[in-house]
């Protein structure tokens, strides 16, 4: 299993970001997807997730009305539309995979610990 996370970069605040993260290794029914961050100084913390077909999903208080995640089944690509960027959403932002019971499941997953394999991540720096 391999999760590769692109999309990063510098902007503006109020701007915008999408970041991205390929799956390969794994049947696209058969995985749950989450976001997690960190920020500098912070434990790593949890920002979105979705099922296997992401159309159940949950997002972070902090991001709810901001960031979307959806996922391109075809394409096994997951991904993080941020938008209203704030200072406070500088991080570090990883994508994560749950195969365990996530065949055709209709629940996402909040805890890092739920997860069992990981991107390396992307720098997201957001300035005032």
């Known amino acids: 299993v391999q999760l590769q996370a692109s999309g990063g970069g510098s902007v503006r605040a109020g701007g915008s970001l999408r970041l991205s993260c390929v799956a390969s290794?794994?049947?696209?029914?058969?995985?749950?997807m989450g976001w997690f961050r960190q920020a500098p100084g912070k434990e790593r913390e949890f920002v979105a997730a979705?099922?296997?077909?992401?159309?159940?999903?949950g997002l972070s208080d902090s991001v709810k009305g901001r960031f979307t995640i959806s996922k391109d089944i075809d394409k096994g690509t997951t991904y993080l539309q941020m938008n209203s960027l704030k200072p406070d959403d500088t991080a570090v932002y990883y994508c994560?995979?749950?195969?365990?019971?996530?065949?055709?499941?209709?629940?996402?997953?909040?805890?890092?610990?739920?997860?069992?394999?990981w991107g390396q991540g992307t720098l997201v720096t957001v300035s005032s």
């Open positions: 290794g794994l049947t696209p029914s058969s995985y749950a």
């Open positions: 979705c099922n296997w077909s992401g159309d159940i999903a």
């Open positions: 994560a995979a749950r195969t365990q019971g996530a065949l055709y499941a209709t629940r996402w997953h909040k805890l890092q610990s739920e997860y069992d394999a």
